[in-house]
């Protein structure tokens, strides 16, 4: 009956939504981008994580899928299936959080709309995959992150939405980008009030 269902819920995809885009994350502690990971028994715990914030054009189901994930760190993911069996801890685990309208990673509980582990069933793995229906003329938050604390590990996230729909998608870059940014952009202002 599992397979009955998994296989559906690939033809439906296939049939009723397109590949709209696909992005790249990295999540390590050279990032400073750290939060407690709602959910997690230890508040002490830190967890890094990667942000984006994206629209839609077209209401309707729209899907995040973690289909590609490489490490940080000398152990190998590839196969993790088999070190799910013979260790848990060892394997890449990703976690996504959606919020709505904001979000704040002083409370990070705030705003929080959907979250996803290991898909359906654990149809993508370990891997997340997340599925919610989306509203135009909202803005979303996602947060990608991992299962255990302090993991470094790096992947691909692809969004299917409904066929002909589109997605305006701003990944965050690294703190000291943003910073470069505002600088510059400082510098554009001053410099266009100087030699007007």
Do not use: H
Request: glycine letters at 8%; aromatic letters at 14%.
């Amino acid at each position: 009956m599992k397979k009955l269902i998994s296989f559906i819920l690939l033809c439906s995809t296939v049939c009723f939504g397109d590949l709209i885009t696909t992005f790249d994350f990295d999540i390590k502690e050279s990032t400073v981008l750290q939060f407690s990971r709602p959910g997690w028994n230890s508040t002490n715990s830190i967890f890094y994580y990667n942000l984006a914030y994206f629209t839609v054009d077209t209401a309707g189901d729209w899907k995040a899928q973690n289909n590609l994930i490489t490490s940080n760190d000398s152990f190998d993911y590839t196969n993790y299936q088999v070190q799910i069996e013979n260790n848990p801890w060892f394997a890449a685990d990703t976690y996504v959080y959606l919020y709505k309208d904001t979000f704040d990673a002083s409370d990070p509980s705030k705003n929080l709309i959907a979250e996803n582990d290991d898909g359906f069933g654990r149809g993508n793995g370990v891997q997340f995959e997340l599925s919610y229906n989306l509203e135009t003329n909202t803005t979303y938050w996602a947060v990608i992150t991992t299962y255990e604390p302090e993991e470094e590990i790096s992947g691909m996230v692809s969004v299917i939405g409904p066929q002909g729909a589109g997605i305006n998608l701003v990944t965050i870059p690294e703190p000291y980008a943003v910073s470069l940014i505002a600088i510059s952009g400082l510098g554009l202002l001053v410099g266009r009030r100087l030699f007007r």
